[in-house]
């Protein structure tokens, strides 16, 4: 028998509760970190005991091997059901790609329980199709981010939520590491930035836009900077912008390389182990390495594709948060080059999840309680100093005793003039949302700004 953490524990609990109330499709919350693989395990197993099978489904080839190998390290018999693997379709649990399983559900036996990985994605044509398939079987969902890449809710799919810890509960308690937020100046112009019907910007857009040498110069150079020989990936908007990216990180002298999903198999295994070895140290990719990607001492991510989606976006940044057991005091390194935390608020921010899809308010989007320090750029909440490098912020605390008062207003004035030049220089609605995110400006002075400047507000 597993021995399960306490949390997962209220959590395998609190599915079996909701089918006994009569619950058949259920989704458990819990972030990156909290060891849902080993909780989908362990109701598999205890649904053996009873007698019961079970269909564990994944979407990428790396989670059938990735969880594969972790069953088996936990005694887990099991069996697979994805192609170029033979199926044993004897076996009580069975991993399964969703692909290859919804063209074989003839070949096998209808499970008691789904159980769905990265359950965000549920709401897809394949899933539905499984689901449709086994209409008896009960269905539990696993996901740090219960909401499609738009947003909208899973309503349509489960009945209900079981709520894990938060970000920040587990970084208290040890199982996730903490981190340092960075988020330097966006170089690139990212207004008028085109949103799809999906609620997304476009990427190919967005590639554009981020796809030139000084712009990549600059996040090898924040690299360099932040996170020096870490181990760090990179999330591209193209193919084209991912291969330039770790083209300028080798002239740059480091190590690095690019996947995505047409990448051959084994190349793409074979540049996961030269990362995991550490002979690769930036991993460039375009959403292929945002969810189930389990390197420990991976130190540090780079957010080089702007996003919209709140689900995209902690996928990606929390994905260098995971505990490392050989190094204990492991602080893990956001740089955010696209100014996605201005969207979307910090990685561990606590946030209401709910099956239903939220109305979108029109204008402004709603303010984020945010600072950015001008010295280092870190991103925090807000206080007089800031919690990465010490800076103080002027004029928000009292001055010491023995200032006197025409020195301190002498100061206040220049630093007043040098934020008032800081916003004659704005030209674009991600600068002066930086500003006003930085400043604790409400929403209403970015369009105040906006009408002044004659800025259109596009679709930031």
Known sequence: MLQLRPYQEIMVDGARMEFQRGIRRTCIVAPCGAGKTVIMADMASKARVMGNRTLFVVHRQELIRQSSKTFSRLGISHGIVAADYPMMPDEYIQVASIQTVVRRVNRVHAPTIIIIDEAHHSTAATWRKLMEAYPDAFVVGLTATPARMGGQGLGDIFESLIMGPTAKQLIAWGNLAPYKYFAPPVRADLADLKVLRYGDYDQKEVAMRMDRSEIIGDQIEQYQKLAPGAKAICYCASIAQSQHTAEMFRQAGIPALHIDGDTHRVAREAATEDFKTGRIRVLCNVDLISEGYDIADMDAVILARPTQSLTLYIQQAMRAMRQDP??????????????????????????????????????????????VCPQCYGAHKPGPVCEICGYRYPGEERAEPEQRAGELAEILELEKKRLRQEIGRARDVVTLEQIAMQRGYRPGWILKQCELKNIPLGGS
């Open 326 to 371: 050989d190094n204990p005091e492991k602080v893990a390194v956001i740089i955010d080059a696209v100014g996605n935390v201005y969207r979307h608020g910090l990685p561990d921010d606590d946030r209401e999840w709910s099956l239903e899809s939220k109305k979108k308010k029109s204008g402004v989007k709603p303010e984020i309680p945010l600072k």
